[in-house]
T-cell receptor
Framework: SQKIEQNSEALNIQEGKTATLTCNYT??????LQWYRQDPGRGPVFLLL?????KEKRKERLKVTFDTTLKQSLFHITASQPADSATYLC??????????FGKGTMLLVSP | EPEVTQTPSHQVTQMGQEVILRCVPI?????FYWYRQILGQKVEFLVS????????KSEIFDDQFSVERPDGSNFTLKIRSTKLEDSAMYFC????????????FGSGTQLSVL
């Protein structure tokens, strides 16, 4: 069966450090992979989309990599801030219009 | 910035009652979705909707659920006879296109079934 796996344990880091979150998937052959941010009690917010032919994508302090051989994406936040504390979700299309989410990894950035 | 709006933000109902959750997608978007999130669990796909038809649906979306676009702006999710296990946050989303397109989510309706 198709699976999207993200670290279930919260990631605690200090302000200013780089946070790295992992997304692994099985039984998908995605052309694209997406990352979203979710704050408590709120809907997911789109952050970045990376295509299979892109090794890396950047947006301000965010960087995403996509390795289709390893079936893995890494999501980096550089110079992290307490305001970056949230749950980060990896998502893939498992059908024509079915975007499937991983469970997400909670990031806690302490001052 | 355009946004997806959902009403109500909270809904409490008795088991067996019907509920209708409402959403106004972003105006130029063509694809609409409902997701749910049980407390502490992942965001789960329920259904996608395009051109007044269901495009895809998950196993969760059984005969108790239905969706409708009653007019040019609203998109609704109806649960015919609510169960305790329907208690969750329900998110509406929309997108301009489909497949590999980013989704825009509303703030959700917290449904509590007593």
């Amino acid at each position: 069966s198709q699976k999207i796996e993200q670290n279930s344990e919260a990631l605690n880091i200090q302000e200013g450090k780089t946070a790295t979150l992992t997304c692994n998937y099985t039984n998908y052959s995605p052309a694209y992979l997406q990352w979203y941010r979710q704050d408590p009690g709120r809907g997911p917010v789109f952050l970045l989309l990376i295509r299979e032919n892109e090794k890396e994508k950047r947006k301000e302090r965010l960087k995403v990599t996509f390795d289709t051989t390893l079936k893995q994406s890494l999501f980096h936040i550089t110079a992290s801030q307490p305001a970056d504390s949230a749950t980060y979700l990896c998502a893939l299309y498992s059908g024509y219009s079915t975007l499937t989410f991983g469970k997400g990894t909670m990031l806690l950035v302490s001052p | 910035e355009p946004e997806v709006t959902q009403t109500p933000s909270h809904q409490v109902t008795q088991m067996g009652q019907e509920v209708i959750l409402r959403c106004v997608p972003i105006s130029n978007h063509l694809y609409f979705y409902w997701y749910r999130q049980i407390l502490g669990q992942k965001v789960e796909f329920l259904v996608s909707f395009y051109n007044n038809e269901i495009s895809e649906k998950s196993e969760i979306f059984d005969d108790q659920f239905s969706v409708e676009r009653p007019d040019g702006s609203n998109f609704t999710l109806k649960i015919r006879s609510t169960k305790l296990e329907d208690s969750a946050m329900y998110f509406c989303a929309s997108s301009e296109q489909v497949f590999n397109e980013k989704l825009f989510f509303g703030s959700g309706t917290q449904l509590s079934v007593l």
